[in-house]
């Protein structure tokens, strides 16, 4: 339509994983059922997830982090049913 119009233009955009993390804090309707349903895409993998919680975010938290640790425990619950996978959080 416009050629090399855009040629400086960079899009942008989260991991999955990053993501569904990024949802932690606000716990909005729409971030929890947002998580799941990535699960079940396939975008997100529960050993991942975990790791880049305890790696990435976790070490930054400066509250809450036994609320937010638990929330993460919810989501690998609802979102890999026990059996289906390790998703213990400690």
């Known amino acids: 339509m416009f050629p090399g119009a855009w040629g400086r233009l960079r ?4 991991e999955a994983h990053d993501l ?8 909005l309707e729409r971030g929890r059922d947002g998580v799941p349903q990535l699960a079940r895409s ?4 529960p050993a991942v997830l975990r790791e880049r ?12 982090r036994s609320r937010h640790g638990l929330t993460l425990q ?5 979102s890999w ?10």
């Open 11 to 14: 899009l942008y955009a989260l």
């Open 20 to 27: 569904a993390l990024s949802k932690l804090e606000r716990k």
């Open 42 to 45: 396939g975008h997100l993998t």
């Open 53 to 64: 919680y305890y790696n990435q975010l976790r070490p930054y938290l400066l509250a809450h």
């Open 74 to 78: 919810l989501w690998l619950e609802a």
């Open 81 to 90: 049913p026990r059996g289906t996978s390790r998703n213990s959080v400690s």
